[in-house]
């Protein structure tokens, strides 16, 4: 790959890159940046979280060095558990992301209590946790936080040790949901202040879930990369799609960040009284179909189906 083919690929499907300029000079000069997704480990593995899989498999096409942490103290942290409950469903999260593709060949998967509670990491903490105002602390997390009407101070910690996360793990490009950006600029703030560089930083959409808003393990609006073919037909078949909607529209959605990524085009089988099968070689080919009221949402939600079924069914074979 050419660097212009490298950086097209690393943006492809995102919302934000931290800065351009940035990132062009990285990929022109490195040929092997590092990348890092950070991710509490959580019950259940969902397409939200597969976004970010996804960008992490093009950046890794893009010839980057991936690091997948799995943020098991910052879980604790945030109320989502206990120390050992987080900690067991790291590994369980460990096995989704292999299946999903990050082969362990690849990819650096890094526990977070493994590194975080040594000394050079807390020194580093508590020197940034003096130049960061409990405002700004409390801001970053209005996102990522549990419960933020009443934010414990481990929740203001948090995003201190995401920054020397960045840090500490040396990488080039952070990259997260659009969520995450608080704490990216926080970081890109302090991190030189201590000696280190400034991340790169890209964020990628906030997917919608079923009942219209962020699909979340909280919310209990996802579909999971466990959930069986039945439960991914069901959750499709009762999803809000109204016809000629584009605006939050989950299933879009679910074609343009997971099915066109993985397939050059995509049919739609309709019956041949309404016209026959429709064949689309790209996503905003399928968006304008969409929107002048030429695919029913039935035969889109139809289709959605059986693509996220032949995406998910070896990914479902690995994890059982
Ligand atoms: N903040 C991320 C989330 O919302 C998790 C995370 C934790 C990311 C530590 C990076 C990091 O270094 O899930």
């Known amino acids: 790959m050419t660097p212009e083919e490298k950086i097209e690929r690393i943006k492809y499907n995102v919302d934000e890159v931290v800065t351009d300029e940035e990132l062009t000079e990285l990929i022109k000069t490195n040929p092997s940046p590092k ?46 558990g206990t120390f050992e409950e987080v900690r067991k469903i790291a590994d369980y999260n460990k096995r989704c992301f292999i299946a999903l593709g990050l082969s362990e060949e690849n990819t650096k998967f890094v526990l977070g209590s493994d590194y975080q509670l040594g000394q050079e990491y807390m020194i580093n903490v508590l020197q940034m946790a003096k130049s960061v105002t409990l405002n700004r602390a409390t801001r970053s997390m209005d996102e990522v936080g549990r419960a933020m009407d009443n934010p414990m101070v481990s929740q203001l910690v948090y ?27 926080l970081a890109r703030e302090h991190l030189p202040e201590l000696g280190f560089k400034k991340p790169i930083c890209i964020h990628t959409p906030i997917i919608s879930g079923f009942d219209g808003n962020k699909m979340s393990s909280s919310n209990d609006n996802f579909i999971s990369v466990d959930d069986t073919a039945e439960d991914v037909a069901h959750k499709i078949k009762k999803a809000y799609c109204q016809q000629g909607d584009i605006e939050n529209n989950p299933i879009m959605e679910l074609f343009k960040y997971h099915i066109f990524p993985r397939y050059e085009s ?19 080919d399928l968006e304008t179909a969409f929107a002048d009221g030429k695919i029913h949402p039935m035969d889109l939600k139809n289709a959605c189906t059986k693509y996220l079924n032949e995406i998910l069914d070896p990914v479902r074979a690995v994890l059982l």
């Open 266 to 284: 995509i049919t739609i089988e309709k019956p041949e009284k309404f016209g026959g099968n429709e064949t689309y070689d790209s996503y905003t």
């Open 35 to 80: 990348v890092y997704v950070g991710y509490e480990p959580s019950g259940r593995i969902h397409m939200g979280h597969v976004l970010t899989v996804n960008k992490l498999l093009d950046c890794q096409k893009a010839g980057c060095e991936v690091t997948v942490l799995l943020a098991d103290v910052h879980a604790y942290l945030n109320k989502k």
């Open 159 to 185: 995003p201190i040790m995401q920054a020397i996360d960045i840090a500490l793990l040396d990488v080039d490009i952070a990259v997260g949901g659009t969520d995450q950006r608080k704490i990216h600029m």
